[in-house]
């Protein structure tokens, strides 16, 4: 399985931008799935990690702004980032837990960047 993040880049404060992560490989196997983001100096954190089941659970920073989202018929996960602010600039990673091989798979990470 391999995944691959799009959709960064440079946004202002306030404004909106989806990220999308899409799977090459058997998306069914992968019972998480998740969003990270690291900002500069910073450690990684949760952003949202999405069950097979749909239950979905956000990062504290992001609740109420961001919305993520799975699609196994498009093999794709989205993250629906609303009221972007400056804070929010970092790489965002897209990751999964595969089932089958009990393997962590990652994406290369997109950056966003807030300007105020």
């Known amino acids: 399985v391999q995944l691959q993040a799009s959709g960064g880049g440079l946004v202002q404060a306030g404004e909106s931008r989806r990220l999308s992560c899409t799977v090459f490989?058997?998306?069914?196997?992968?019972?998480?799935m998740a969003w990270y983001r690291q900002a500069p100096g910073k450690q990684r954190e949760l952003v949202v990690r999405i069950l097979s089941d749909g239950f979905t659970t956000y990062g504290d920073s992001v609740k109420g702004r961001f919305t993520g989202s799975r699609d196994n018929t498009k093999r794709t996960m989205d993250l629906q980032m609303n009221n972007l602010k400056p804070e929010d600039t970092a790489v965002y990673y897209c990751?999964?837990?595969?089932?089958?091989?009990?393997?962590?798979?990652w994406g290369q990470g997109t950056l966003v960047t807030v300007s105020s």
């Open positions: 990751a999964a837990h595969d089932l089958e091989t009990m393997n962590q798979h």
């Open positions: 490989g058997n998306i069914f196997n992968l019972n998480v």
